[in-house]
């Protein structure tokens, strides 16, 4: 494709990924197995230019809502789950990376494209030093770590004498001579999401690579803002995360529908599984464990592409959102467990994809980020006004 990631061509990023869904589904029994997305798959996406869907307009791209992020990365986990989760991070986190000022965008994008991952955790550190910081750190699940050019981490900064004086991101190149991936992404499922460790040791960033949060706080002039500017960070990776998980339950439920004209049940009085009422409800009901999830992320979704768009949303519509979220995503882990009562005993067999999406599924809705019963004691709080059980979101209270 000529005009990679061109706005002509990223126009209806959703379409692009529903062609490219049956080339995933054929490499995801290899992507599993190697621990990483395919080569082919990868190359595939940047030639459609799905890489740059997110782009800031500013900086050529679209400027597509977070609900076109959301619908995208869900139709590409139809095909492999692991591989639309680092796609989803990786494409997330660059179109990040390309919102920011110009002077970190000419560093950052070389070539032009460049891929940036990420692990959000201040679990590295950082002193200053001539010119820059110095960065130590090694950290876990760095999803799509394996095809990005840099990693975007979370820092804590420390003064002379050790303590922690501010927090912030470092963008570490991967290439540099002090960062390596270490081979740690051995896992029942996700696994092509290859979410392997990033380590730095003594590595040097210069300043302009170290985003402090002490600076960032509107740092933005309004004039120069645009829709992406406005969303509220700390819903955004859970949104991110649960993406996978929708395309990954429709799967095993387009699967199941139809099997069940044809595949029969063994040792009962029905010719084939839809004969069984049983069955039937249950694909019903699982159908619907699948639509309400979709309504609930839709609504979480709106809140930041329409409602965050005319004032900042407050903290309990926020926790609302990490809410919609852990609700969500039980609602997809309980359509999965559901689905595979009707596949039976042949669907966990190592040459069907149903178990595939189901492990993928299976740890992929135990992210922490999306921890069902711990989101919805946040939202009870939110509720009663009671203090924040979610250190990103101490303040859970309704505007004023």
Known sequence: MSSLGSRESLSDPVALA??????????????ERERCASAVVIQ?????????MMFARRAGGVGHKLTTHVETVAEL???????????GLLSGVTGSASAMPPAIRE??????????????????TARATEGGYIVDGAWGYGSGCLHADWALNGIRILDEQGQQIDAGFAFLPLAGPDVSIQDTWHVSGLSASG???IVAKNAFVPATLVLRFSALRGSRPLAEMEPRDRWPVEPLFPLGVLSPMLGAAGAMLDIVKANMPVRPTIGWQYGKQADSQTFVGQLGEAALEID???????????????AAQSQPLSGYEKARIQADCGYAMRQL????????????????????????????LSVGSRHTA????????????ALLGQASNLSLLPDIREAA
């Open 370 to 381: 999306l921890n069902t019963m711990l989101s919805t004691e946040l939202y009870g709080r």
């Open 107 to 124: 560093l950052v994008f070389k070539r032009g494209d460049e891929l940036v991952c990420s692990v959000a955790g201040q679990i590295g």
């Open 195 to 197: 979410s392997n460790t």
């Open 77 to 87: 986990a139809r095909g492999c789950p692991g591989t639309a989760w680092a796609f």
């Open 44 to 52: 595939a996406l940047r030639d459609a230019g799905l890489f740059k």
């Open 333 to 360: 882990r309980r359509a999965g467990e559901r689905l595979m009562e009707i596949a039976g005993p042949g669907a966990f067999a190592l040459s069907s994809p149903l178990q595939r999406l189901w492990r993928d």
């Open 18 to 31: 529903r062609a490219l869904t049956p080339l995933l589904a054929r490499h995801a029994e290899n992507a």
């Open 292 to 306: 309400s999830a979709w309504l609930h992320v839709r609504r979480a979704v709106s809140m930041i592409d329409e």
